[in-house]
C-alpha cells in the first residue's frame, strides 16, 4: 500500500475516533460540576419506618479483631469525579476490641465518591437527615485522622432500593497498619446513606 493511502486511511481513523469520543467529552462536561455530598452512618427505627443519623457499623481484620464506627460529615466531590479535596467535614467514634481502644476521629481528606445507582426517593420512609429524593447509593473513600494519632481510610459502601447486587452496604477502615477490611454486613437497623445536597 502506497504512502498517499496510508495517510488517507490514517486520517480517517483519527477522524472517527474524534467523532466517537465527541458524546462522552460532552456528557463529561455536562456532569463536571463540583457535587455537595453529605455522608451518614444511619439506624433505623424499631418499625423500619425511618433511618436516622448515630448508627454504628464493624468491620474486622484477618485474625477476627473488630472497629466499629459512628459518623457523620460532608465532603465535596471534585468537578472531575476524583482526585483530593480539603473540602470535608465530620468524624465520628471509633472502638476496637484487640487492644480495647477507643476515641473520636476526624475526617481530613477526600479521596473518592463513585454514585452507583439506587435511591430511596418514592419509599414513603422517615428520612430524620434531609429530603429522601436526594438519597443515593455509591462508594464514599475518605482519609481519617484518629483521636492517638494514627491515619487510615474510611469506606463507606451504600446498597438502596435499584442497586446492583454487586455492592454491599457497610463499612471499612484501615488504622495505622490494621487494614479492617472486611465489612461485617450490617443489614438491618444499621446502614450507611448519601444525600446530595446540591
Same mark, same amino acid.
Given at each position: 500500500?502506497?504512502?498517499?493511502?496510508?495517510?488517507?486511511?490514517?486520517?480517517?481513523?483519527?477522524?472517527?475516533?474524534?467523532?466517537?469520543?465527541?458524546?462522552?467529552?460532552?456528557?463529561?462536561?455536562?456532569?463536571?460540576? +463540583?457535587?455537595?455530598?453529605?455522608?451518614?452512618?444511619?439506624?433505623?427505627?424499631?418499625?423500619?419506618? %425511618?433511618? #436516622?443519623?448515630?448508627?454504628?457499623?464493624?468491620?474486622?481484620?484477618?485474625?477476627?479483631?473488630?472497629?466499629?464506627?459512628?459518623?457523620? %460529615?460532608?465532603?465535596?466531590?471534585?468537578?472531575?469525579?476524583?482526585?483530593?479535596?480539603?473540602?470535608?467535614?465530620?468524624?465520628?467514634?471509633?472502638?476496637?476490641?484487640?487492644?480495647?481502644?477507643?476515641?473520636?476521629?476526624?475526617?481530613?481528606?477526600?479521596?473518592?465518591?463513585?454514585?452507583?445507582?439506587?435511591?430511596?426517593?418514592?419509599?414513603?420512609?422517615?428520612?430524620?437527615?434531609?429530603?429522601?429524593?436526594?438519597?443515593?447509593?455509591?462508594?464514599?473513600?475518605?482519609?481519617?485522622?484518629?483521636?492517638?494519632?494514627?491515619?487510615?481510610?474510611?469506606?463507606?459502601?451504600?446498597?438502596?432500593?435499584?442497586?446492583?447486587?454487586?455492592?454491599?452496604?457497610?463499612?471499612?477502615?484501615?488504622?495505622?497498619?490494621?487494614?479492617?477490611? +472486611?465489612?461485617?454486613?450490617?443489614?438491618?437497623?444499621?446502614?450507611?446513606? #448519601?444525600?446530595?445536597?446540591?
Amino acid at each position: 500500500m502506497d504512502r498517499s493511502k496510508l495517510k488517507k486511511l490514517g486520517f480517517l481513523w483519527v477522524f472517527a475516533i474524534g467523532i466517537s469520543v465527541l458524546p462522552i467529552g460532552a456528557a463529561r462536561e455536562a456532569s463536571a460540576q +463540583a457535587r455537595h455530598v453529605r455522608w451518614d452512618i444511619i439506624f433505623f427505627n424499631s418499625t423500619f419506618t %425511618g433511618f #436516622f443519623p448515630g448508627g454504628s457499623l464493624s468491620a474486622t481484620a484477618v485474625d477476627g479483631s473488630q472497629i466499629t464506627l459512628t459518623g457523620t %460529615g460532608t465532603f465535596v466531590q471534585p468537578a472531575s469525579g476524583t482526585g483530593t479535596s480539603n473540602a470535608v467535614t465530620g468524624g465520628g467514634t471509633w472502638a476496637t476490641n484487640s487492644p480495647s481502644a477507643q476515641g473520636t476521629y476526624t475526617v481530613v481528606g477526600f479521596v473518592q465518591y463513585a454514585e452507583a445507582p439506587g435511591t430511596l426517593a418514592g419509599t414513603g420512609l422517615t428520612d430524620g437527615i434531609g429530603d429522601l429524593n436526594d438519597t443515593h447509593a455509591g462508594l464514599g473513600i475518605l482519609s481519617i485522622l484518629y483521636s492517638d494519632g494514627e491515619r487510615g481510610i474510611l469506606v463507606l459502601s451504600c446498597n438502596l432500593i435499584g442497586t446492583p447486587s454487586i455492592v454491599y452496604e457497610g463499612a471499612s477502615a484501615t488504622k495505622g497498619f490494621v487494614n479492617y477490611f +472486611a465489612p461485617v454486613l450490617p443489614g438491618d437497623p444499621n446502614a450507611n446513606m #448519601f444525600h446530595f445536597e446540591d
